[in-house]
Nanobody, 123 residues
Framework: QVQLVESGGGLVQPGGSLRLSCSAS????????IGWFRQAPGKEREGVLC????????YFTDSAKGRFAGSRDNAKNTVYLQMNNLKPDDTAVYYC????????????????WGQGTQVTVSP
């Protein structure tokens, strides 16, 4: 059974950091780009960044530049989203998804999605 699982979310104060993980079973992430998306209550799902097979990062939102970074560990079949200097506006459920190329349109990611992990940034 193919499964993507996000983990690492939680409650953090403004200015804090979190590292989200996207792990796969039944699927070799090496063959895919991984998009990170987020969805805040009452808002549409938003692209954060994408990590391609060469571990190059494409940012989908300017708010992530300089604060967020993507990486991948093929040996662990896991992709990461390091988030630093978190702000209350970063509060959302964060998702990872597989695709064959990086695009900020979440509707194009028709492959595999994780269940999401909640990130809450609050004093």
């Amino acid at each position: 059974q193919v499964q993507l699982v996000e983990s690492g979310g939680g409650l953090v104060q403004p200015g804090g950091s979190l590292r989200l993980s996207c792990s796969a079973s039944g699927l070799n992430l090496y063959y895919y780009v991984i998009g990170w998306f987020r969805q805040a209550p009452g808002k549409e799902r938003e692209g954060v960044l994408c990590i391609d097979r060469s571990a190059e990062t494409t940012y989908f939102t300017d708010s992530a530049k300089g604060r967020f970074a993507g990486s991948r560990d093929n040996a662990k079949n896991t992709v990461y989203l390091q988030m630093n200097n978190l702000k209350p506006d970063d509060t959302a459920v964060y998702y990872c998804a597989t695709h064959t190329y990086c695009t900020d349109n979440y509707q194009h990611y028709v492959g595999h999605w994780g269940q999401g992990t909640q990130v809450t940034v609050s004093p």
